[in-house]
């Protein structure tokens, strides 16, 4: 149980094991891929699957966007001149994408990854809210298909790990239940979720506009409003969640005889404290008010103070990621699902945003919201 797990035993479960993460050019991804390498050195491998063409491509991303980045800091003064050794030892890059079958490798690279790799961690999405519905569609869910169907024809995989979202519960209230998807769920009584109907009704409308030869601004308009249209009709509140839920759908279908954990963070912000306190990549999500805020392109904004703001340190989701693949691995039949959130325990009300916004000279202040509003 992971209650009853010490460091040392999560630590050395990573020991010596073969690691393919997607995703790891993302914010999640590097801390990581990170975390990985600097607490079991003795990992054999980890594959990171990038987007890009070819082999120096993907090379030349990972040098700049992954441990050419300040997270890799500590780990490089750890090594000190033997850094790049063992970077070079440790990471295998490879070319291409999850919306590809075998992610679009070639033959012979797909044979020895499928004998090799004992654990899948599966972050690579795409989380704009608002997203054209052909993105979203092919990145979280065609791209989880092409994940779990490669994570069937690995001879001994250990762990499939996969990283979601906790508003794939949607707009509800109260005490929300860890438990799966099931194929053609959905949040809005008396719907069904049809997946390749949903496929289906994305390529008629590209069909469409390709011969009436839309602009690219008409398609990126229509995509957009058919993604939210279609999550609404489903109970969901935007793309990006509706798209996630039907990955966990697909993810819960297709899985065979290996363990599947599914982590559902709330909105992440920056590391507590490893390996940087404070560490934060790109605006995001509550980052872009917070800066908004700051800059005074945002004078005010209207919140209720005793509203339970759920942000979750991008350290804490890693650390649970890291303890629920050791607490799991051996079973099977495990199909879990965890919400990393902060609002039981230790909830972080608006109010804190509020207080912390004080010593910034010249800012206007969070108005309450009133009743009603």
């Known amino acids: 149980?992971?209650?009853?797990?010490?460091?040392?035993?999560?630590?050395?479960?990573?020991?010596?094991?073969?690691?393919?993460?997607?995703?790891?050019?993302?914010?999640?991804?590097?801390?990581?891929?990170?975390?990985?390498?600097?607490?079991?050195p003795d990992v054999k491998k980890v594959y990171l699957l990038i987007r890009a063409s070819d082999m120096e491509s993907a090379?030349?991303?990972?040098?700049?966007?992954?441990?050419?980045?300040?997270?890799?800091?500590?780990?490089?003064?750890?090594?000190?001149?033997?850094?790049?050794?063992?970077?070079?030892?440790?990471?295998?890059?490879?070319?291409?994408?999850?919306?590809?079958?075998?992610?679009?490798?070639?033959?012979?690279?797909?044979?020895?990854?499928?004998?090799?790799?004992?654990?899948i961690v599966n972050g690579a999405a795409t989380t704009n809210f608002f997203e054209r519905y052909d993105v979203a569609f092919n990145a979280n869910v065609l791209g989880v298909k092409h994940v779990c169907a490669f994570a069937n024809k690995c001879t001994k995989l250990k762990m499939l790990l996969h990283v979601s979202t906790a508003y794939v519960a949607g707009e509800q209230e109260g005490l929300i239940s860890e438990k799966p998807f099931l194929m053609g769920e959905s949040l809005r009584v008396g719907t069904n979720t049809d997946i390749e109907s949903e496929l289906n009704l994305i390529q008629q409308i590209m069909g469409e506009l390709k011969a009436n030869s839309s602009t690219v601004m008409d398609e990126r308009k229509t995509m957009k409003e058919l993604g939210l249209m279609r999550a609404q009709q489903f109970g969901w509140p935007n793309t990006y969640v509706f798209t996630k839920a039907m990955g966990e759908m697909m993810l819960g279908h297709m899985r065979g005889d290996f363990p599947l954990v599914i982590i559902r963070p709330s909105i992440i912000t920056s590391t507590l404290k490893?390996?940087?306190?404070?560490?934060?990549?790109?605006?995001?999500?509550?980052?872009?008010?917070?800066?908004?805020?700051?800059?005074?392109?945002?004078?005010?904004?209207?919140?209720?103070?005793?509203?339970?703001?759920?942000?979750?340190?991008?350290?804490?989701?890693?650390?649970?990621m890291m303890v629920s693949m050791a607490a799991h691995s051996e079973d099977q039949q495990v199909h879990i699902i965890y919400h990393v959130t902060s609002s039981l325990r230790n909830p972080a009300p608006y109010a804190i945003l509020a207080d912390s916004g004080h010593p910034l000279v010249g800012t206007a202040p969070i108005a309450p919201a009133r009743k009603g509003l």
């Open 274 to 320: 490893d390996p940087l306190p404070g560490y934060m990549e790109g605006i995001r999500t509550i980052d872009s008010v917070i800066v908004g805020y700051a800059k005074q392109t945002l004078s005010f904004f209207f919140a209720d103070l005793n509203c339970i703001m759920d942000v979750i340190p991008g350290d804490m989701v890693v650390n649970a």
């Open 1 to 40: 149980m992971i209650g009853e797990m010490d460091v040392d035993k999560i630590v050395g479960y990573f020991r010596g094991r073969s690691i393919l993460v997607t995703g790891s050019t993302g914010f999640l991804g590097k801390v990581l891929v990170e975390k990985i390498l600097r607490v079991q």
């Open 59 to 119: 090379k030349f991303r990972i040098q700049t966007e992954v441990i050419g980045r300040v997270v890799f800091q500590v780990l490089r003064e750890m090594h000190g001149v033997g850094f790049d050794n063992f970077i070079e030892e440790k990471i295998c890059p490879l070319a291409r994408d999850i919306m590809y079958v075998n992610f679009g490798l070639g033959f012979a690279k797909v044979r020895e990854l499928l004998k090799d790799i004992d654990i």
